[in-house]
């Protein structure tokens, strides 16, 4: 299928970097898509995962031992937890301990009762911008439900642990970005549900007009008076941001980039690169700005140097100026000021080479 082209190149070299014979590809789906904030466990999962040579290597521990269970191969699919014959069925339809799979059992592995997936962390009744992916793009209705006050994470989602009404339902939002990428999304602004504190699941179901197909997805949150701010991804297990563009309308602060206001000591910053992804003709990279220094930082700027012939051609949660190959990214407003020691990140996918890595150098604004 050609929307699963570069899923399957990087499977394929996943494969051959474990220096096994059999090539093994993705499964192939009838349509795509899944909740990206707050991200699902499979696109999250990915997100953890995904190496420069295009294996799955999990770091989180619910996410290996997904991966253990039922193979590295669902998460280079992690936008097809799907029904082809659900028609907008649900209780007695799904089973019980089977939501978060949608009762796929390609991916049953993303049922299973832990208390360390990848966590988004929410203030209730706070409006952000949702947002879906768009691999495949169709009409349709998007229900986002929430587990009631008595759920535990202890034990697998049922249909009695939901609230049973949605907080919100969307029918046929606007996109943006290309479909068929990583990067590409529906998005819609909606109030979280208000009245909940600590762990939750946001459930998410999207009901395609033009077939019986719907798709299914577990996001795992905690209100903690968070800004979307994602935890339990990516090697040392850090605060990441939450993907493509800042995701929230909710005035309240970042706690891990408020602003501090002035205090003693030095200011300085430190920039690191890793690569997300690559495939024929562009890449995905995410760079880390940290605050190296002893006194608390108001902004900071990062000069971007990207391989001989590379452009970008979308980045987000900074601001980006120059020309290609140098340029320059600046904060975004709501993630330069720095603490001490704290950290945050912008990502990018560029189009073009990348045989050599980006440089980057980080200055304190």
């Not at 191969?73 to 659900?86: E, G, K």
């Not at 009901?207 to 040392?236: K, M």
């Amino acid at each position: 299928m050609k929307l699963l082209r570069r899923a399957a190149a990087a499977a394929a070299v996943a494969v051959v970097a474990a220096g096994l014979i059999t090539v093994i590809t993705p499964s192939a789906a009838q349509a795509h898509g899944a909740a990206m904030v707050p991200g699902s466990r499979t696109f999250l999962c990915w997100r953890d995962g995904l190496s420069s040579t295009g294996q799955i290597i999990p770091n989180n521990p619910a996410c290996q031992a997904a991966v253990a269970q039922g193979g590295a191969n669902p998460l280079y699919n992690w936008f097809s937890v799907l029904r082809s014959d659900a028609a907008g069925r649900t209780t007695g339809f799904v089973p019980d301990g089977q939501l978060c799979s949608g009762g796929n059992s390609t991916f049953s592995a993303y049922n299973l009762a832990r208390n360390d997936w990848p966590l988004t962390h929410l203030t209730a009744g706070a409006n952000i911008e949702f947002r879906y992916s768009n691999w495949a793009h169709h009409p349709g209705t998007f229900y986002f439900y929430v587990t009631n006050n008595s759920w535990s994470p202890t034990r697998p989602l049922a249909w009695s642990d939901l609230e049973s009404t949605p907080f919100l339902t969307v029918t046929n939002p606007p996109q943006r970005g290309a479909v068929g990428t990583n990067d590409g999304h529906y998005y819609f602004s909606g109030n979280l549900p208000s009245g909940k504190s600590g762990r939750h699941i946001i459930y998410s179901r999207w009901v395609r007009s033009d077939s019986a197909e719907n798709f299914f997805g577990c996001s795992d949150v905690v209100f903690d008076g968070g800004n979307g701010q994602v935890t339990g991804i990516g090697p040392g297990q850090g605060t990441q941001t939450p993907g493509p563009n800042p995701t929230t309308n909710n005035p309240n602060p970042n706690p891990t980039t408020s602003n501090p206001g002035p205090g003693p000591g030095t200011g300085a910053c430190t920039a690191t690169y890793r690569s997300v992804g690559s495939w024929n003709g562009g890449f995905q990279g995410e760079v880390t700005v940290r605050n190296s220094g002893t006194a608390n930082i108001a902004g900071w700027s990062v000069g971007l140097t990207l391989p001989s012939g590379a452009t970008i051609n979308s980045l987000w949660n900074g601001q980006q100026s120059g020309t290609a190959p140098n340029l320059t990214v600046r904060n975004a407003g709501h993630n330069g000021a720095l603490n001490a020691g704290a950290s945050t990140s912008f990502g990018f996918v560029a189009g073009g080479s990348s045989t050599s890595a980006p440089t980057v150098t980080c200055s304190v604004a």
